[in-house]
Nanobody, 128 residues
Framework: QVQLVESGGGLVQAGGSLRLSCAAS????????MGWFRQAPGKEREFVAA????????YYADSVKGRFTISRDNAKSTVNLQMNSLKPEDTAVYYC?????????????????????WGQGTQVTVSS
């Protein structure tokens, strides 16, 4: 089992920044791939960003590319999401997720059903 706990959400004005963190515990974190998803009220959960266990590859949704940066620290079992130039449409509950199995390419990393473990989510609200 893997437990994930997100933190860092809050209220910010448009154009501002937030840094989300996800702390993992349980089984070996270093070999797991990590992803961030978000869900706005009345909408389906959508992919935001993902990172391979080796940190060699990152993936981003077009809507956040150039504004968000995903990173991980395997020594600390954490994954972070730096969010800059925030927009009101970024308002959502943000979830981190992980899975140990092999996955290849954006089409896999961006699918919510390819992740086995999820955190409880952290609210991000961007005011206009």
């Amino acid at each position: 089992q893997v437990q994930l706990v997100e933190s860092g959400g809050g209220l910010v004005q448009a154009g501002g920044s937030l840094r989300l963190s996800c702390a993992a515990s349980g089984r070996t974190f270093n070999s797991y791939r990590m992803g961030w998803f978000r869900q706005a009220p009345g909408k389906e959960r959508e992919f935001v960003a993902a990172i391979t266990w080796s940190v060699r590859s990152t993936y981003y949704a077009d809507s956040v590319k150039g504004r968000f940066t995903i990173s991980r620290d395997n020594a600390k079992s954490t994954v972070n999401l730096q969010m800059n130039s925030l927009k009101p449409e970024d308002t959502a509950v943000y979830y981190c997720a992980t899975a140990p199995n092999w996955c290849s390419g954006y089409g896999c990393y961006s699918r919510a059903d390819e992740y086995d473990y999820w955190g409880q989510g952290t609210q991000v609200t961007v005011s206009s």
